[in-house]
């Protein structure tokens, strides 16, 4: 499970494989490929493999998820710095 801060962001990065993100609290904003998705409390939100992805917490309050990698281990490739 990862906790971020108001504005905290996640930079544009990609996987070989599928992700999964399951929003247990508040709210993110997701930039996947050209698509802007706005993720609320109970939303599953889908990356799939060598899609360009990062999302920033957008809410009001903490933003509470879990992130799950479908890959034994967790792999990233950073197109930004």
């Known amino acids: 499970m990862s906790t ?37 409390t109970g939303d599953t939100v889908v990356v799939h493999a060598g899609e360009p992805h990062g999302f920033v917490s957008s809410g009001e309050g903490k933003l509470r998820q879990i992130d799950i990698p479908l890959h034994p281990s967790f792999e990233t490739i950073w197109l930004e710095d």
């Open 4 to 40: 971020s801060e108001p504005g905290r962001r996640v930079r544009l990065h990609t996987h070989d494989y599928d992700e999964v993100v399951y929003v247990i609290e508040g709210q993110s904003t997701w930039t996947i490929g050209e698509q802007q998705v706005i993720a609320r």
